[in-house]
């Protein structure tokens, strides 16, 4: 079989020049055939013979192997090391151009060969930037009524508006009001191939939304055709337009205007009421969605307040049983991203079911996520409500551990916030917190973390604040004596962060008065 590949190459080498029609289709079939018993092989071949770069003289539309010859090009894509070569053989402008053919087989494989150059490949979506083929495939699309044709259109438009300047693109060229379109069509038949339309097409929609240019032209300021179809799509019975209308919000509410416009204008309310027909057997993928909205839209400061007195906490908090590590996920970033005023982080702090369960998923050690917006939120709860009440709710529900712990995470962050609020625990309620803390060995992991130059400065200032902190304890203060504390404060005097510097010298002070 090497041989005669071999030999097919040169020989189609010749006859594309040539033009011999009868030799070249031939050898295209002998190529397909080989393409067919071993894939990588072949293309390997193919791309060492230099033939791909015959191949763009062989799509033009005069060309009557143009059809075997897209096909050529569609299995040799399928392979990765192939996709670069494609589009450095100069084929996508002449496969674009092959999209306004009437013939169908042309059509179908070209739409394979290009939508397997572009299949999860930066580089060769770039190119395609810079080509018309976001016009040509809207137009194309316009065109066509059968299922299967539409399904090969997608196939291609899919991986290409991953690309964020053909999104914009593809906005312009009116693909967004096809799709609304179709999903206006296909939303009350059961037929299977209307379903599958339905779900590409809205799927589609919320992918040209990712793109920060193309979401902001058709959220007009909120008042867009496209944004207020959209949102009719959240109180559907149809669970694929709730879920896409719920991710096309999330993808809205990217920025904190429309963020603000949006919970002015209902939006939340609408939200609530999707999860609430979620709530028992329901879809995980609409609460994921919905709660990722939620969340994205309590990122303005000025919108928590309005969340919190629409009740977003009590909607929220009916997840709490989920035992789906994305819901989960969510439900704890939303939390969080609500309870920066004092009276919601005190209300939440004192909710015992709240808090065992949170302290539950700090073990989560399947689901970092889960377990690391446990932590958060655990911190965030002592942080802003600055309340004995709550510390005690997490004393008693096993949390201090995990805060010790999270004291030690890799992310900067995250052991910041762990020790601001280990410190108001030891300002406020040290008796209460004291055997935890002690068992936990908080106070070894703070010698560490004074001594280990890696640490940031915010790191080192509060681990010294803490420490100051924690000499209102009599077995914490005798731990602190028995681990020499001095040597590493001492040091940290001459420290280039004039904070930590300072901190260290009252630090000091402290402990020799104490000693």
Known sequence: MADSLSDTLKKLKITAVDRTEDSLEGCLDCLLQALAQNNTETSEKIQASGILQLFASLLTPQSSCKAKVANIIAEVAKNEFMRIPC??????????????????????????????????????????????????????????IEHDKREMIFEVLAPLAENDAIKL???????????????????????????????????????????????????????????????????????????????????????????????????????????????????????????????NLAIPVINKAKMLSAGVTE???????????????KLLGTLRMLIDAQEAAEQLGKNVKLVERLVEWCEAKDHAGVMGESNRLLSALIRHSKSKDVIKTIVQSGGIKHLVTMATSEHVIMQNEALVALALIAALELGTAEKDLESAKLVQILHRLLADERSAPEIKYNSMVLICALMGSESLHKEVQDLAFLDVVSKLRSHENKSVAQQASLTEQRLTVES
């Open 169 to 295: 693109q593809l906005v312009e060229a009116g693909l967004v009001e096809c799709l609304l379109e179709i999903v206006q069509q296909k939303v009350d038949s059961d037929k299977e191939d209307d379903i599958t339309e339905l779900k590409t097409g809205s799927d589609l929609m919320v992918l040209l939304l990712l793109g920060d240019e193309s979401m902001q032209k058709l959220f007009e300021g909120g008042k867009g055709s496209v944004f207020q179809r959209v949102l009719s799509w959240i109180p559907s019975n149809n669970h694929q337009l709730q879920l896409a209308g719920a991710l096309a919000i999330a993808n809205f509410a990217r920025n904190d205007g429309n963020c603000i416009h949006m919970v002015d204008n209902g939006i939340v309310e609408k939200l609530m009421d999707l999860l609430d027909r979620h709530v028992e057997d329901g879809n995980v993928t609409v609460q994921h969605a919905a709660l990722s909205a939620l969340r």
């Open 315 to 329: 909607a929220v908090l009916k997840f709490l049983k989920s035992e789906m590590p994305p819901v989960q996920f």
């Open 87 to 144: 589009v450095d053989a100069g084929l996508i402008s002449p496969l674009v151009q092959l999209l306004n053919s009437k013939d169908q087989e042309v059509l179908l494989q070209t739409g394979r060969a290009l939508g397997n150059i572009c299949y999860d490949s930066q580089s060769s979506k770039e190119q395609f930037a810079s080509t018309n083929i976001a016009e040509e495939l809207v137009k194309l699309f316009k065109k066509q």
